[in-house]
Structures are given as structure tokens and as C-alpha cells.
């Protein structure tokens, strides 16, 4: 089993920024890539970003291309998502997931997720 926990999420500004953190414990080798989702209330979730522990490939949503950049410190376990230029529409619970073979937008699907972390951007 892999354990994630996210940090880092809070009320900002549009304009302004955040990053968050997502940790890893337990299995982690089992951990093919880790990804970002995020759900709006009454809406989908959508992904945002994902990486593979190697670090080499990087994928992101339209919607966040040239704003938000996901990293991983792999000595630290710990997965981040640095989110600039912050938009209301950004606004939504964001969780962290893991998957075991997967890190492709299209086949990444999460054998494992975080519980969440509340991103506020007030217009």
C-alpha cells in the first residue's frame, strides 16, 4: 500500500501563488507515477499534472500549461505542484494519486489517492 498526504493548499488571490505538496509513505517503489487531480463542487474531476518517479516526463492539462509546473524530490518521497498566476476557476479540492503502471493523462487512473487539500483563489 502507498500512502499520500497533500499539504500546502489554502486562499489566495488571482494572481497570486501556491505550492503543494503530496508525501509518500508506505510501498512507494510499487508507485509507477504520481498525478493531480482536482474536483470543483458540481463539477468532474479533472487532472492537472503528472510525473513519473523518474522525474524524465512531465504532462499537464491545457488548462494549466505555462502556470503550474509539477516536481518530485525523490530523495523526500514528496511530490509538489507549484501553481503560479492563480485564477478563480483554479479554485477546487486538489488530491494526489499513484499509479502503479501509468502516467499518461489518458491511462492514469490512481491505485491510490491522498485525501484532498482546499485550493481558494478569490477574484
Known amino acids: 500500500q502507498v500512502q499520500l498526504v497533500e499539504s500546502g493548499g489554502g486562499l489566495v488571490q488571482a494572481g497570486g501563488s501556491l505550492r503543494l505538496s503530496c508525501a509518500a509513505s508506505?510501498?512507494?517503489?510499487?508507485?509507477?507515477?504520481v498525478a493531480w487531480f482536482r474536483q470543483a463542487p458540481g463539477k468532474e474531476g479533472e487532472f492537472v499534472a503528472s510525473?513519473?518517479?523518474?522525474?524524465?516526463?512531465?504532462y499537464y492539462a491545457d488548462s494549466v500549461k505555462g502556470r503550474f509546473t509539477i516536481s518530485r524530490d525523490a530523495a523526500k518521497n514528496t511530490v509538489y505542484l507549484q501553481m503560479n498566476t492563480l485564477k478563480p476557476e483554479d479554485s477546487a479540492v486538489y488530491y494526489c494519486?499513484?499509479?502503479?503502471?501509468?502516467?499518461?493523462?489518458?491511462?492514469?487512473?490512481?491505485?491510490?489517492w491522498g485525501q484532498g487539500t482546499q485550493v481558494t483563489v478569490s477574484s
Open positions: 510525473i513519473p518517479w523518474t522525474g524524465d516526463r512531465l
Open positions: 508506505g510501498r512507494t517503489e510499487i508507485a509507477h507515477a
Open positions: 494519486a499513484a499509479d502503479k503502471y501509468w502516467e499518461t493523462p489518458l491511462g492514469f487512473k490512481g491505485d491510490y
